[in-house]
């Protein structure tokens, strides 16, 4: 059974540029979520994709978009990026009412 | 709207000295609390699941506990291999969505 995967592991971007960060889903999981997590802070919910719609979003702007895949991969976008933006980016996936997620190792954005 | 609070922030420990982590919450519909350890530039890993007020849950040195308006995470005779930041999280009956606490970070002094 193998667990999530991110790619890539670490990024640096310049302030206005755009991203995409990969994640692999749990094998037999088809809800992923997306968390922001800054340094010192706890993980902050992103927004969680479920057959390839999203089916909940937290406090963050629309230029923070995802698509999940056929086969339950997934990509988080970010467009204009802003420096705020520098965080850990963690991918989670689970089935659906089901209790507790399986997290990745993250993508370590920087924004310059 | 949801919340979940930690305290201590963090938390300094000799080898071998017990304490406790604290987790209180607010949350329309308990669906599960989880506890996460989560070591420097990975992701979380998974605890424990606790459903309803009086479960208890244990794995080697630790041991969590859950009421209905908190939860601890008891930590007996620790080392240094426990210093990690510990999490703790609330999932809704209304949606999937976790929402995390801003954790503790612990660090066991040999």
């Known amino acids: 059974e193998t667990g999530v995967t991110q790619s890539p592991t670490h990024l640096i971007k310049t302030r206005g540029q755009q991203v995409t960060l990969r994640c692999s889903s749990q094998?037999?999981?088809?809800?992923v979520s997306w968390y922001q997590q800054a340094l010192g802070q706890g993980p902050q919910f992103i927004f969680q994709?479920?057959?390839?719609?999203?089916?909940g979003r937290g406090n963050f702007p629309p230029r923070f978009s995802g698509l999940q895949f056929p086969n339950y991969s997934s990509e988080l976008n970010v467009n204009a990026l802003e420096l705020d933006d520098s965080a850990l980016y963690l991918c989670?996936?689970?089935?659906?009412?089901?209790?507790?997620?399986?997290f990745g190792s993250g993508t370590r954005l920087t924004v310059v | 709207e949801d919340q979940v609070t930690q305290s201590p922030e963090a938390l300094r420990l000799q080898e071998g000295e017990s304490s406790s982590l604290n987790c209180s919450y607010t949350v329309s519909g308990l669906r599960g609390l989880f506890w996460y350890r989560q070591d420097p530039g990975k992701g979380p890993e998974f605890l424990f699941t606790l459903y309803s007020a009086g479960e208890e849950k244990e794995k080697e040195r630790l041991k969590a506990t859950l009421t209905k308006k908190e939860s601890f995470l008891h930590i007996t005779a620790p080392k240094p291999e426990d210093s990690a930041t510990y999490l703790c999280?609330?999932?809704?009956?209304?949606?999937?969505?976790?929402?995390f606490g801003k954790g503790t970070r612990l660090h066991i002094l040999p």
């Open positions: 999280a609330v999932q809704s009956v209304r949606d999937d969505k976790i929402i």
């Open positions: 989670a996936s689970s089935l659906p009412q089901n209790y507790g997620y399986t």
């Open positions: 994709y479920y057959r390839e719609e999203e089916n």
């Open positions: 094998s037999g999981h088809n809800t």
